[in-house]
C-alpha cells in the first residue's frame, strides 16, 4: 500500500549504542521531517530534508545524524543514544513546500 | 521565530455538546497556514483542519470549524456534536509559506469525551 512507514514501532536499546529509525514513502514527496514529541513539549523538529541529498537541521538536531541518498528513504541515526532521547519519533512527509504532512505512526525509543 | 501556544493541557466535554480548544501563535509574517491535527490513542497523527492566513472566512470541515482572528493571533477549535471518537490530543500548528517552510507544533491539548 502506498502511504509513508516507519520502522522499528517499537525499540529499547542501552545509553551508548547506535540506533537507526528507517522512514519510507511511496508518494516520491519531496520534502520529508523527523519530529520527536515528548509530553509537555508538543512535537519539535529534528531534522528536514527537500529532496535527495539536501538536508537541514530543525529546532533540536544534537545527537542526532540523518541521511537521504534516495527521495524515498530518510532515515534517523542516533549515534550514541543517551537516556534524553527516549521520546516517540514520527517520520512525516509532503509533496510540495508548504501544505499539509503525512505522517507515520511513529517509533517509540526507549534508552536505558 | 514563531511561536504556538496551547495553554489548556487537558479539557472536557459531554457527548454530543460543543467543545473549543484554543490557540494563539505569535509571527510577524503575514502569509501562512494554521492546522489542526488529530492524535488519537493509536497514535497516528491525523490532519483535522487548515485555514489560509489571507482566507477571512473560517475553514469548516463537518463537525469542526475554526474561529481565525488574525489580528488577536487566535485560531481555535469548535468540535461540534462531540462523539466519543473525538477524544485524543489535538495539536495546533503553524507554518510560514515559503521554500522550506517547517510546521511549529503547539504542546497539545488533551481532550476527553464523556458519554
Known amino acids: 500500500d502506498a502511504g509513508i512507514t516507519q520502522s522499528p514501532r517499537y525499540k529499547i536499546t542501552e545509553t551508548g549504542r547506535q540506533v537507526t529509525l528507517m522512514c519510507h514513502q511511496t508518494?516520491?514527496?519531496?520534502?520529508m521531517f523527523w519530529y520527536r514529541q515528548d509530553l509537555g513539549h508538543g512535537l519539535r523538529l529534528i531534522y528536514y530534508?527537500?529532496?535527495?541529498?539536501?538536508?537541514d537541521k530543525g529546532e533540536v538536531p544534537d545527537g542526532y545524524v540523518v541521511s537521504r541518498s534516495k527521495t524515498e528513504n530518510f532515515p534517523l541515526t542516533l549515534e550514541s543514544a543517551t537516556r534524553s532521547q527516549t521520546s516517540v519519533y514520527f517520520c512525516?512527509?509532503?509533496?510540495?513546500?508548504?501544505?499539509?504532512?503525512?505522517f507515520g505512526e511513529g517509533s517509540r525509543l526507549t534508552v536505558l | 521565530a514563531q511561536t504556538v501556544t496551547q495553554s489548556q493541557p487537558e479539557m472536557s466535554v459531554q457527548e454530543a455538546e460543543t467543545v473549543t480548544l484554543s490557540c494563539t501563535y505569535d509571527t510577524s509574517e503575514s502569509d501562512y497556514y494554521l492546522f489542526w491535527y488529530k492524535q488519537p490513542p493509536s497514535r497516528q497523527m491525523i490532519l483535522v483542519i487548515r485555514?489560509?492566513?489571507?482566507?477571512?472566512q473560517n475553514a469548516t470541515e463537518n463537525r469542526f470549524s475554526v474561529n481565525f482572528q488574525k489580528a488577536a493571533k487566535s485560531f481555535s477549535l469548535k468540535i461540534s456534536d462531540s462523539q466519543l471518537g473525538d477524544a485524543a490530543m489535538y495539536f495546533c500548528a503553524f507554518e510560514v509559506t515559503g521554500a522550506n517552510s517547517k510546521l511549529t507544533f503547539g504542546k497539545g491539548i488533551t481532550l476527553s469525551v464523556r458519554p
Open positions: 530534508s527537500a529532496a535527495a541529498d539536501i538536508t
Open positions: 512525516a512527509s509532503r509533496l510540495a513546500y508548504t501544505g499539509e504532512l503525512f
Open positions: 508518494w516520491s514527496h519531496s520534502y
Open positions: 485555514q489560509e492566513a489571507y482566507k477571512q
